[in-house]
């Protein structure tokens, strides 16, 4: 069964840095669209950034130019290398994929293999 693993969560000022993590198993990572998803407290679910397969990357607008999503297919690792850091961006962090293909990477209904997410708090 797929399991995904995120780590790298934690405090961080505004205009900091933090780096998250996931983990994966259970299946062929190489193969596998990833994604990056938020929830922050009393605001809905909302796409951060994916990667395919191939390497191709896109973002939210709300954090392109911040965020750097990255995948290690050698370590079945998934990254999310995020800076200049804001308070709107506290929120559980889940790192997210699928079996199935992925047709367009920001439709997180697409997406049915969740981690279990990791808390960034921004906080002076």
């Known amino acids: 069964q797929v399991q995904l693993v995120e780590s790298g969560g934690g405090l961080a000022q505004p205009g900091g840095s933090l780096r998250l993590s996931c983990t994966a198993s259970g299946f062929t990572f190489s193969s596998l669209t990833m994604s990056w998803a938020r929830q922050a407290p009393r605001k809905e679910l909302e796409w951060v950034s994916g990667?395919?397969?191939?390497?191709?990357?896109d973002y939210a607008d709300s954090v392109k130019g911040r965020f750097t999503i990255s995948r290690d297919n050698a370590k079945n690792t998934l990254y999310l290398q995020m800076s200049s850091l804001k308070p709107e961006d506290t929120a559980l962090y889940y790192c997210?994929?699928?079996?199935?293909?992925?047709?367009?990477?920001?439709?997180?209904?697409?997406?049915?293999?969740w981690g279990q997410g990791t808390q960034v708090t921004v906080s002076s």
């Open positions: 997210v994929t699928s079996l199935l293909p992925i047709d367009r990477l920001y439709n997180l209904d697409e997406y049915d293999d």
């Open positions: 990667i395919y397969s191939d390497g191709t990357t």
